[in-house]
């Protein structure tokens, strides 16, 4: 949870909202809302549960087939986030952005 809600402060900083503004497809982001950033505690701490009960296989399985549901349905997700925030491609950008339209 410390992991999580480090997260949570780190991406809805003001320093962070004027990067992905500027560097990603996320022109308009304003950061999380409360629900949001409660809503992603309680997914942690449920993945958390789930991924203490399973083999790290099942558990690896589910993070890369979640990952892809989020990238097929939104062309956004944890990795393509983290991704953007360290090396923003432009193209990457642009394929976002044609998803948004």
Do not use: C, H
Not at 82 to 98: E, N
């Amino acid at each position: 949870m410390g992991l999580e809600i480090g997260w949570e402060l780190f991406e809805n900083s003001p320093w962070v909202i004027n990067y992905y503004r500027q560097d990603t497809a996320s022109f308009d982001y304003t950061g999380d809302s409360i629900l949001n950033s409660l809503g992603d505690g309680i997914t942690a701490v449920l993945g958390f549960i789930y991924a203490s009960r399973v083999s790290w296989k099942w558990a690896v399985a589910a993070f890369v087939v979640l990952e892809l549901w989020a990238l097929y349905l939104a062309r956004d997700n944890l990795t393509l986030n983290i991704f953007m925030f360290l090396f923003p491609l432009d193209a990457l950008k642009d394929w976002q952005w044609q998803g948004m339209r």
